[in-house]
């Protein structure tokens, strides 16, 4: 008695939220939309979905949580539906860059133009002098 | 010369607890049994595409690159590192490394900079625009041999970054540079960086495109067989 609708979405309104919102570049955001459009079509569902509600679905896709990839990976939505369909397909090769540290590092610095430090750098070592200095409580 | 005895004795035991403690931390912050929830795939080796053909120069490259990593780490550098059981004395061995490879790479302008961040998941990077590399201390500050071997992997894929934007540079410039191949590579290096695909934006399309490929295959044919994780 229901017929399930349809989502349709323009490639125009995709390419333009994708430069205009994300920051894409003309060419980053035309691959993105090829690599979108050959998703997984529950994946693909899931996306246009999420696109068009804002909400992501709940519990994994696939075998992915989709918030916890967003949230550690510190990627957008977007590219998180790729990878998600890129690791049903190819789960072994798509493992190695998704679940390994990065060589890419777009947003490393919270102020890339401090060449002191960035504020989320700890101290790395105790030099021997602080230890010195607490010698005395230590043994104390 | 007891309390003196004592203090390094200390010394020792803090530094390396200091290790010991970040192996913990490391060991969880990537997060990866909350973003995978099925069964995982045996294998999560640094992705090495075997079809990937090295040319005249780069077999150089590699063989030469790998007389250095043995001249300043041995035949087993994960071992060697791991040996050493302080930061500071891991910061002066990979020093040691990125200075003669500067040196063999003909890259001697391009900067330095390590930083130790154990809330990110980066290892290393290679910014042209500033012709500056960094490198993320925290991934040698572990007693994980895993994430031990793949600090040193980064390490030759963002030096190997810096060759090939130098080879666009170059070319470019009309200047010969011993590492580049040939006109058709320093196109192909060219047009990459123009139209470069980060991790954030499409992380499929930022593994396949042509600086990334040649990166991850010559850093990893540097490491093959070095690598004993």
């Known amino acids: ?140 | 010369m007891a309390l003196a005895e004592a203090v390094i004795a200390v010394a020792g035991v803090v530094v390396s607890a200091l290790i010991i403690e970040t192996v913990e931390y490391i060991g969880t912050y990537l997060h990866n049994c909350d973003i995978f929830t099925d069964s995982q795939p045996d294998s999560a080796e640094f992705a090495y595409d075997k079809k990937y053909i090295l040319k005249e120069k780069d077999v150089l490259f590699v063989s030469q690159s790998k007389d250095v990593l043995r001249e300043v780490l041995g035949d087993s550098p994960v071992d060697r590192i791991l040996s050493l059981k302080s930061v500071d004395a891991r910061m002066k061995v990979l020093k040691e490394l990125t200075e003669k490879l500067s040196s063999l790479y003909g890259t001697e302008d391009t900067k330095i900079r390590i930083i130790y961040d154990a809330s990110t998941d980066v290892c290393g990077d290679y910014e042209k625009d500033k012709n500056r590399l960094i490198f993320n201390a925290a991934f040698l500050a572990t007693d994980n041999p895993y994430l031990t071997g793949h600090f040193l992997v980064t390490v030759f894929h963002e030096f190997r970054h810096v060759v090939q934007w130098k080879t666009v540079c170059d070319y470019n410039d009309g200047t010969e540079y011993k590492w580049c191949n040939d006109e058709t590579t320093a196109n192909g290096f060219a047009e990459g960086f123009a139209r470069y695909i980060s991790y954030e934006e499409n992380p499929l399309a930022y593994y396949n495109q042509f600086v990334e490929v040649d990166a991850r295959n010559v850093s990893m044919a540097i490491m093959e067989g070095r690598n004993n994780v």
């Open chain 1, 1 to 140: 008695m229901f017929e399930q609708a349809k989502i349709t979405l323009k490639h125009s309104r995709l390419k333009n939220f994708l430069i205009s919102q994300l920051g894409y570049t003309d060419h980053s955001a035309e691959i993105t939309i090829s690599n979108l459009r050959n998703m997984h079509p529950d994946i693909l569902k899931a996306f246009l979905s999420w696109f068009t509600t804002g909400v992501l679905p709940e519990g994994t896709l696939f075998g992915i949580d989709l918030r916890n990839l967003i949230r550690y990976r510190k990627v957008n939505p977007v590219s998180a539906f790729i990878a998600v369909d890129w690791y049903h397909k190819d789960p072994e090769k798509a493992y190695t860059v998704l679940a390994l540290p990065r060589t890419d590092a777009s947003n490393l610095f919270v102020n890339p133009e401090d060449e002191s430090a960035p504020c989320r750098v700890r101290k790395y070592a105790v030099k021997i002098s602080d230890v010195t200095a607490n010698a005395d409580d230590l043994t104390a």
